[in-house]
């Protein structure tokens, strides 16, 4: 099991970033994806959550309305468009193999900056 994340980086308040997550090694189709992060000092956050299918998706408080989680099983991709973003956001974004209580295989990590 192999996974990757891309597209983190720096923003400024109020701007937009798009992550993603290649997996390889499993039959991803089959199971459910997840996102968490660590900001600086801080202890590890779930953030979201999609089911196999993609039609179940799930958000931590802090982010719902301003996140979107999705994945294209056809291209073994998970994806967290994530908008009107704050300096708060500023965290190491993980993707993981799971949901929001069972996790097994993660990613090395994408690291997002939100600052003016």
């Known amino acids: 099991v192999h996974l990757v994340e891309s597209g983190g980086g720096l923003a400024q308040p109020g701007g937009s970033l798009r992550l993603s997550c290649a997996a390889s090694?499993?039959?991803?189709?089959?199971?459910?994806m997840a996102w968490a992060r660590q900001a600086p000092g801080e202890g590890l956050e779930w953030v979201s959550a999609?089911?196999?299918?993609?039609?179940?998706?799930y958000y931590t408080d802090s982010v719902k309305g301003r996140f979107t989680i999705s994945r294209d099983n056809a291209k073994n991709t998970v994806y967290l468009q994530m908008n009107s973003l704050k300096p708060e956001d500023t965290a190491l974004y993980y993707c993981y193999r799971g949901s929001r209580t069972s996790h097994d295989y993660w990613g090395q990590g994408t690291q997002v900056t939100v600052s003016s």
């Open positions: 999609i089911y196999s299918d993609g039609r179940d998706t």
């Open positions: 090694g499993f039959t991803f189709s089959n199971y459910a």
